[in-house]
């Protein structure tokens, strides 16, 4: 099964709801209680990111019998330096996203420590891609 | 400890899921930080946070967590209220702050996480 959804940049009024849909499904299919945390905390926390960060952005879903593949393709800035923008405590955010709870510094590192396999790459001035794989047997990160 | 019992003990009121204030919560976080509150693995948690906005009610709903505490007098908007309920959410104000809310339930018996 796939699914995509659109996220638009700066909408904290729906940041979330991909996410929201998706652990709908999850829950729907029988998927393990703590399984679907992981995905969605991972979802979400990048969701969140786009909106943040981006202008707009694409999540696709892949859900087949033995994993969750989340790729989360953004229009935006870009990240000048992943190993830096990986480290806890590091952010770029407005006081705006600030104000809403988040840009502390804490999403992607969160992303790493729920996510089975996890690859972000980045193009300054163009945009970042998230591609985040949780496998459904419940293997730790 | 069940909801109703944490309102009378913070002079608190819920303005969501009032159906539901029987329910038993045993451990408590308390934050304005959502990324913070995406870490925690508990079950009957209750999150104490002076955050209110939608996101508090999605970070919530990510976590598994089914009852809010809004301290310091923060409002909750129909917005919010709206999701909650769809949610099956319970959300309570109170006008302690953060550290006499999170202390005075302490003291009453609900644990921390860690």
């Not at chain 1, 992981?38 to 909106?51: D, H, K």
């Not at chain 2, 309570?92 to 999170?102: D, G």
Request: with cysteine.
């Amino acid at each position: 099964m796939s699914f995509e959804y659109k996220v638009q940049g700066g909408d904290f009024t729906h940041a979330g709801y991909a996410s929201s849909q998706v652990k709908k499904m999850l829950k729907q299919l029988g998927v393990d209680n703590t399984v679907i945390k992981r995905v969605v905390v991972c979802l979400y926390e990048a969701e969140v990111n786009i909106v943040a960060h981006a202008w707009d952005g694409i999540i696709n879903i892949v859900l087949d019998t033995d994993s969750v593949f989340m790729k989360l393709t953004d229009n935006g800035p870009g990240i000048p330096d992943i190993e830096l923008a990986m480290q806890k405590g590091f952010s770029t955010a407005s006081p705006e996203v600030r104000e809403m709870g988040f840009g502390a510094g804490m999403g992607l590192p969160n992303i790493s420590a729920n996510a089975d396999r996890f690859i972000i790459t980045s193009e300054p001035g163009r945009g970042t891609t998230l591609e985040i794989t949780i496998n459904l047997n419940g293997t730790a990160a | 400890m069940k909801l109703e019992e944490i309102c009378s003990v913070l002079n608190g009121t819920v303005v969501c899921g009032s159906d539901r204030a029987d329910r038993e919560v045993t451990h408590a976080f308390a934050s304005d930080l959502m990324s913070d509150v995406l870490t925690v693995n508990c079950n009957n948690l209750l999150l104490i946070t002076g955050l209110a906005n939608l996101q508090t009610i999605r970070t919530a709903e990510m976590s598994d967590i089914d009852c809010i505490l809004f301290v310091r007098n923060k409002s909750v908007t129909p917005e919010m209220k709206k999701l909650a309920e769809e949610l099956g959410m319970t959300l309570i104000t109170c006008p302690r702050t953060m550290f006499r809310a999170s202390g005075e339930l302490y003291r009453a018996g609900i644990k921390p996480l860690f």
